[in-house]
């Protein structure tokens, strides 16, 4: 057996391992009935396992033409409810922020515009590949958009986090955390096949062992007891001195305005 044809079985492998891990995960959700909370995202968990048994079933040549026809029928409607998971995550976040209920729109559309926009520049310098149907190109092209626009999303998304702590419902906090490696993780894979194609054996062992991460680290994680609001951790006395100081300076710039 050669090198690549180990490579392969292992990707066959860990790609049921993935399935078993994510069918693991719904099962998770609806017995602990977060599946209320999580609607979109439980139903993307639904319906990638649905697809993904059904190619290892009845298309299990990846290199045949009805798996490339099964794949550019089913793979819109994936991206499609991966954007919705995402959305989801941005309403379940920003429920927190109340005084920020004018910006919700603002704030979710500017960093999805920032988003796509950087997704469209990494496109741009993507090495181009004839496929032999323009529609699995055409498909490509936009999973590709859509991936890198979701990780730039969710990283925007933890960096506003990052500025503006406040408490949050400690699942909705691993949640994102997870979804971020998650997107992550789909966008690096595809930058990497496309700039370099030699790799892509490897790399699909490398998403497969990330995904099924994700998906064990989202089991543990998500538990109803979670549903509750965190407490921020109590700020250390160097944090108070520099809040009052910064205070203080306030109140001597606002005294020094002349009426």
Not at 7 to 35: D, G, M
Not at 160 to 184: E, G, W
Not at 210 to 219: E, R
């Amino acid at each position: 057996m050669t090198l690549w044809a180990k490579v392969f079985n292992a990707v066959q492998l860990l790609w049921w391992l993935s399935v078993v891990a994510e069918s693991a995960l719904l099962f998770t959700l609806l017995r602990r009935k977060l599946y209320r909370v999580y609607i979109l995202f439980t139903t993307y968990l639904g319906a990638d396992i649905v697809r993904s048994v059904g190619m290892m079933w009845l298309v299990p040549d990846t290199n045949s033409k009805a798996y490339a026809r099964v794949w550019s029928v089913t793979e819109p409607a994936l991206v499609l409810m991966q954007v919705a998971f995402a959305v989801e995550l941005y309403v379940l976040i920003s429920r927190h922020y109340r005084n920020f209920e004018r910006m919700r729109s603002y704030l979710f559309w500017s960093s999805l515009g920032a988003a796509l926009g950087i997704s469209l520049l990494v496109v741009s310098i993507d090495k181009p590949v004839a496929w032999s149907s323009p529609l699995i190109q055409s498909i490509v092209l936009g999973k590709r958009v859509a991936t890198f626009a979701l990780a730039g999303f969710v990283v925007g998304v933890a960096i506003f986090l990052r500025i503006f702590r406040i408490p949050m419902r400690q699942n909705v906090t691993f949640h994102r955390r997870i979804a971020t490696v998650y997107f992550l993780a789909n966008a690096t894979h595809y930058f990497a096949i496309r700039l370099a194609p030699s790799i892509i054996e490897p790399a699909n062992v490398i998403l497969m062992i990330l995904s099924g991460g994700c998906f064990c680290a989202w089991i543990l994680c998500l538990k109803p007891a979670g549903e509750g609001v965190e407490a921020l951790p109590e700020p250390s006395p160097k944090e108070i001195e520099a809040h009052v100081q910064r205070g203080a300076e306030l109140v001597r710039r606002v005294g020094s305005i002349k009426p």
